[in-house]
C-alpha cells in the first residue's frame, strides 16, 4: 500500500509543479504533463514499469472526454456535420494511410507491416487535440470543428482496423504477448461468433446505448436526485460512462465511440450540465495522468541508440500528415487560419498508436525491434504537437490579423463630433447608446466590421479603422472633442492610446475600461482621466442584490455597495502600491497583508453604521422576500 501512496504522490507532484510552471510560460497544460512525465520517469526513474499499466487505466479520460463532446452536440447538429464527417474524415485516414504505406514499404519493410504503419500514423491525438482547443478556446471554430470531424471518424475508423490487422501477418514473425493481453480484455462476447452473429451483437450493443440513454436514463436519474445524496449521483455518473465503455469493449467496439454517442443522446437532458459538472473533474485528472504516462513511457535507451531515425521520422510523419490535411482543408474550404489550425492540429499521432503497435505485436504484423522505434515516433509526434499549437498561436494569427487589416484600408471618416469612442465591443456599444439616447453626437471607431454594421444600424456613426492611429483620431476631430472613451479590446494598445492621445491633446478628457485593478493602474499612469473595471461595477450590482435576497432594504443596499466605493477611494494610493508588489510577485507580503485587514475592518465598520430607514412617503412600500430569497 506504501509503495502506490509514493507512486501517486510523485505522479500528483509532478503535475502540480510543472502544468502551472508551462502554463505560465504560455506552453499550455499538455506540453507540461508531457514534460512532468520526462522528468519523472526517463530523467530521473522515479516511476517505471507500472507506466503502461497506469496509462491503460487513464486512457479511459479519453473516453469520458468524448461522452462530454457528445453532450454539447445533439443528433440534428451531429447530422449536420455528416459531409465532413464522411467526406473530410474518410479522406484524411484514406489518404494518409496510403501515404503511410507507400514510404513504409519504399523504406524496406513487408506490404503487410507497411499497411498496418500507415493505419497506425493515419491516426491523431483526441486526447491532446481536443483538450488543447477548449482550453485555447478553438473548438467553435471552422478549424476546430473540422478537427473534430476528422477525430471522430478516426475513433470510428479503429473498429476495421482491428478487424483487418489479424489478417496481415507476416509469416515466420514471432508474437509477442499473448492473445489474453488484447486491449479489450479476455472477456469477449464475439470472439467465436460467425461475421452475421458478430454484426447482430454489435447492432445491439449499439441500440442498447441509444435506446436506453434515451428512455431509462430519466427514470434513473429522477431516482438517484430524490435520495438528495451528492456522492450518489457522482457514483451513477461514474457508473453510466464505464458501463457503456465496457459494453463496448465485449462487442470489440470503441469505448470513446460508445460514450460519445451516449453524450449525443443525453445532449438534451435537463440532468445535462449536473453529469458535466460531476465527470469534468475524473476527465481532466485521467487525461492529465495520461498525457503524463505519454512522457514517462519514452525509452532512452533505444532513443539513445536510434534517436536520428526517431527524429527524423517524427518530422517526416508530421510533414507527410500536413500535407494531406492541407489539401483536404482547401478541398473542403477551411483556409486562412481555420485551414492552419486544422492542419497543425492534427499533423500527429495518436494513443491509439500504441493499441494497434500493440495489437500488431500480438498478431505477428510488427517485429519487436520495429515496434518499439515506431513506438517512439508515436511519442515524439504527440510530444511536438504542443508546439505547433503555440507556432500557430505566434506565427499564423498575427499574419492573418494584419492581412485582414490590411486587406480593407480604414473608413473615410466624414464626420467630427464631441464624443470619440474606441472600440465598441460588448462594453463600447452600451456607451454608445446611452449617449446616442441623450442625443450627444459619437464618432465610433473599431476594427471588428460586424461591430461596426451593428451600430450603423440603429444610426449610430461609426467607422472601421485602427482607433489607435492618431491620425484617423485626428479626422475624427479628436483635437477639439470633448471626450475619448477608450473600450479596445488590447490591452498594450489601450494603454498606448491614451498616453498619446493625452501627450499630443492634454484637454481631451479621457475615460477608459480597464479589464482588472492592474490594468486600470496602468491606464491611469498612461493619463486616463477616470478608469472603470468592466466587471466592478456589475459585480457591486449582484452584491446589492444579494444583501436584498437576504432582507437587506433596498436602499440601504444601494448605500452599503456606495459605501465598499468610497472606501476604496479613500484608500486608492495604498491600494496602488500593493498592488506594485503584487506584479513584482510580492503576493503575500506582510504589508499587502496588514493593508488587506486595515481595508477589511474599515469596510465592516462603515457597514455597521446605523441608518434611518426612509418613510412611507419617500418610497413604494417594500417588503423583504421570503426565506432569504429562495
Not at 479590446?489 to 493625452?502: F, G, I, N, P, T
Amino acid at each position: 500500500m506504501t509503495e502506490y501512496f509514493i507512486q501517486a504522490f510523485i505522479y500528483l507532484l509532478a503535475a502540480v509543479v510543472a502544468v502551472p510552471l508551462a502554463k505560465r510560460l504560455g506552453l499550455g497544460s499538455v506540453l507540461g504533463y508531457l514534460v512532468a512525465g520526462v522528468v519523472i520517469g526517463p530523467m530521473t526513474g522515479l516511476v517505471g514499469q507500472e507506466t503502461t499499466t497506469i496509462q491503460h487505466f487513464a486512457e479511459f479520460g479519453v473516453v469520458m472526454m468524448l461522452f462530454l463532446v457528445g453532450m454539447e452536440l445533439d443528433p440534428k447538429s451531429l447530422w449536420a456535420m455528416r459531409v465532413r464527417l464522411l467526406g473530410l474524415g474518410g479522406l484524411q485516414v484514406v489518404l494518409t494511410s496510403v501515404a503511410g504505406t507507400a514510404i513504409a514499404w519504399w523504406l524496406g519493410l513487408p506490404w503487410q507491416t507497411a499497411v498496418t504503419v500507415g493505419l497506425i500514423f493515419s491516426l491523431s491525438s483526441t486526447a491532446i487535440v481536443l483538450q488543447t482547443l477548449n482550453e485555447k478556446g478553438l473548438s467553435k471554430t471552422e478549424g476546430g470543428r473540422g478537427a473534430f470531424s476528422v477525430l471522430l471518424f478516426q475513433d470510428i475508423a479503429v473498429i476495421p482496423m482491428l478487424a483487418v490487422i489479424p489478417l496481415l501477418a507476416v509469416s515466420g514473425l514471432a508474437a509477442v504477448g499473448s492473445a489474453d493481453a488484447d486491449h479489450h480484455g479476455s472477456f469477449n462476447l464475439v470472439a467465436d461468433l460467425p461475421g452475421w452473429a458478430h454484426g447482430l451483437v454489435v447492432i445491439g450493443a449499439v441500440a442498447a446505448v441509444i435506446v436506453g440513454g434515451h428512455y431509462l436514463s430519466r427514470p434513473l436519474f429522477r431516482y438517484v436526485v430524490q435520495s438528495g445524496m451528492r456522492e450518489v449521483f457522482t457514483a451513477m455518473a461514474l457508473m453510466l460512462v464505464i458501463g457503456i465503455a465496457a459494453l463496448m469493449s465485449v462487442v470489440n467496439l470503441s469505448p470513446a465511440l460508445g460514450a460519445f454517442l451516449a453524450g449525443v443522446v443525453l445532449a438534451n437532458s435537463e440532468f445535462r450540465h449536473e453529469l458535466e459538472a460531476n465527470i469534468e473533474p475524473f476527465k481532466g485528472l485521467l487525461l492529465g495522468l495520461f498525457f503524463i504516462t505519454v512522457g514517462a513511457g519514452i525509452n532512452f535507451d533505444v532513443l539513445s541508440a536510434q534517436w536520428g531515425t526517431v527524429l527524423t521520422l517524427g518530422l517526416l510523419v508530421i510533414v507527410v500528415k500536413a500535407a494531406v490535411l492541407l489539401l483536404l482543408a482547401q478541398l473542403f474550404g477551411l483556409r486562412g487560419r481555420d485551414g492552419w489550425l486544422f492542419t497543425l492540429g492534427l499533423a500527429q499521432a495518436g494513443e491509439f498508436g500504441f493499441v494497434l503497435l500493440t495489437y500488431s505485436l500480438q498478431n505477428r504484423v510488427v517485429p519487436a525491434d520495429i515496434a518499439q522505434i515506431l513506438s517512439l515516433v508515436v511519442a515524439l509526434s504527440m510530444f511536438l504537437t504542443p508546439l505547433l499549437f503555440i507556432a500557430y498561436d505566434r506565427l499564423i494569427l498575427p499574419r492573418y490579423r494584419e492581412a485582414r487589416n490590411e486587406q480593407r484600408e480604414a473608413d473615410t471618416i466624414e464626420e467630427q463630433a464631441p464624443v470619440v469612442v474606441a472600440g465598441v465591443g460588448r462594453f463600447g456599444q452600451i456607451v454608445c447608446r446611452l449617449l446616442r439616447a441623450n442625443n450627444i453626437p459619437i464618432v465610433a471607431l473599431d476594427l471588428a466590421l460586424d461591430q461596426i454594421e451593428n451600430l450603423r444600424r440603429i444610426n449610430i456613426k461609426s467607422y472601421f479603422g485602427d482607433a489607435s492611429r492618431l491620425d484617423l483620431l485626428e479626422t475624427a476631430g479628436i483635437a477639439n472633442a470633448r471626450l475619448l472613451v477608450v473600450a479596445i479590446d488590447d490591452r498594450e494598445r489601450a494603454v498606448s492610446l491614451v498616453h498619446h492621445v493625452k501627450h499630443h491633446f492634454p484637454g481631451v478628457w479621457i475615460l477608459a475600461r480597464a479589464f482588472d485593478r492592474g490594468h486600470g493602474y496602468d491606464l491611469r499612469d498612461a493619463g486616463a482621466d477616470e478608469v472603470v473595471s468592466e466587471t466592478y461595477h456589475s459585480a457591486l450590482e449582484l452584491g446589492g442584490q444579494a444583501l436584498t435576497a437576504f432582507g437587506v432594504h433596498p436602499l440601504r443596499a444601494r448605500q452599503m455597495t456606495w459605501a465598499f466605493v468610497n472606501n476604496e477611494k479613500a484608500h486608492e494610493a495604498e491600494l496602488r502600491e500593493a498592488w506594485k508588489d503584487i506584479e513584482s510577485g510580492i503576493s503575500f507580503s506582510p504589508r499587502y497583508g496588514e493593508l488587506f485587514m486595515k481595508l477589511e475592518d474599515t469596510l465592516s465598520d462603515v457597514m455597521k453604521q446605523d441608518w434611518q430607514p426612509p418613510s412611507r412617503e419617500e418610497v413604494p412600500l417594500w417588503a423583504p422576500p421570503e426565506n432569504g430569497g429562495r
